[in-house]
């Protein structure tokens, strides 16, 4: 099994924390001795991890990036779950997914997982073409989330919407030109959010898929929201609708 790199405190953390089994060695800034760093390599030894001192342009090599805080840890993969039916037959209650159609940029993907990890969603899903895979940068980005949130690279996304359907999970997308607004819909019972990118949105074929279209809405001079941003808006909102059910 091929090893991956993950770097930045938040990431590592939680590779620590859920999976200790899989970090293979640890590798930190010499020259840090914060009490964040020391708080660190402490909870990375407790967890058996080998620490191997190492200076900044050697972390930069690992990673790619100067963002790395210090820290930058070699690990092996960790499953999550082999398919997305797998985890839909796992859920307990009424599933929340995010779908992203065409998100690229790994920023963005961190940010979602984040979200979707904070409002409880149960996976997020994207096409395999015209998106981005999970990479260190998205992994730092969601700062922890990569390893908690189920992440499907799906090959076809609109059949794959279709059998979300055939399970009765309502799909809802977003579209600036929809005439209803997300808080006129009843998100309380089992949703797919699919949200497209900035400024070209979801490709045609995804939302002639939707069960219904909604828009945010947008009081000022600005058109649109970065998605991660919009992904948490539609989240909470269903979040909010189910605690207000239970």
Known sequence: MSKQVLFGFHAVTVRLKTAPQSVTEVHVDATRRDARMRQFVERAKEAGAKIVDSDDERLRQLCGTHRHQGVVARVAPVAMSHSLDDTLDGVEGAPLLLVLDGITDPHNLGACLRVADGAGAHAVIAPKDHAVGVNATVAKVASGAAETVPYFMVT??????????????RVIGTSDQAERSLYELDLSGPVALVLGAEGSGMRQLTAKTCDALVHLPMKGAVESLNVSVASGICLYEALRQRERRA
């Open 156 to 169: 076809n996304l609109a059949r794959t919407l279709n059998e979300l359907k055939e399970r009765d999970i």
